[in-house]
């Protein structure tokens, strides 16, 4: 039996997550016997073995991510390379150019503020294309740091991209920007709102499954080095 974590709260059910760094959380009622949390565990051991087995997978090829001696680009991993006669960040083949800073963190802070530039710059240009095609355009747009989300729209016609957007590949970068627009339209994630995002992007459902693959991205340049 796998658990990292037991969570009691005032709700009524039980629930399982699993983190990005594949550790298990039950979420429980406050009143909730240790028997009957385990029993419940116990029955979906097998989803959770995939689950966790996965993630621990998946994180450790891109463990070089984590350690700042790769990026990813639009879908693509370049490996950092350290040049003290660099002047700017640029990429170049497969390699993403840096100049080399007194600590790993400050080169981290160096490449993130590089990837928001890039995000504002590239996000921008497709969110104008498919606005452009969907006759939709909103308040305004921000970038944000969320640890959950890729994106949001609100009520006021805001839509807010979390910046590390710009590390997915261009089809997952445009299934983003349109699932925001359509949300002007539609505030939710009923049948029309899908009707909207599909009649843009035949291939959604791929996308969608393609995208929660890619979770482990949303915790990129979190914990900086030292």
């Known amino acids: 039996m796998l658990i990292n974590y037991i969570q009691r709260t005032a709700r009524k059910t039980l629930a399982i997550t699993i983190d990005d760094k594949g550790e298990v959380i039950v979420k429980a009622p406050k009143n909730m016997s240790d028997k009957d949390i ?3 565990v116990n029955s979906k051991q097998k989803w959770i073995e995939q689950k966790v087995n996965f993630i621990k997978t998946q994180n450790a090829m891109f463990n070089d991510l984590f350690n700042y001696n790769s990026v990813l680009f639009c879908g693509k991993k370049y490996n950092i390379l350290r040049d003290r006669h660099s002047k700017d960040i640029t990429l170049k083949d497969d390699y993403l150019i840096i100049k080399p800073l007194s600590t790993l963190k400050r080169e981290a802070k160096q490449i993130e503020k590089f990837l928001k530039n890039k995000c504002i710059e590239i996000v921008g240009q497709r969110l104008k294309y498919f606005a452009n095609i969907m006759q939709l355009e909103p308040n305004k ?13 609100d ?9 590390r957007v710009i590390m997915l590949s261009p089809q997952l970068i445009d299934y983003v920007v349109v699932h925001e627009l359509s949300h002007l339209v539609e505030m939710n994630h009923s049948p029309a709102f899908w009707a909207i995002v599909s009649a843009v992007l035949p291939n959604v459902k791929n996308l969608r499954h393609t995208l929660k693959q890619c979770n482990f991205v949303l915790q990129q340049f979190r914990e900086l080095p030292v």
């Open 38 to 40: 385990f029993k419940f």
């Open 141 to 153: 747009v921000v970038l944000n740091n969320s640890k959950r989300k890729w994106g949001t729209c």
């Open 155 to 163: 009520s006021e016609g805001v839509i807010s991209f979390n910046w």
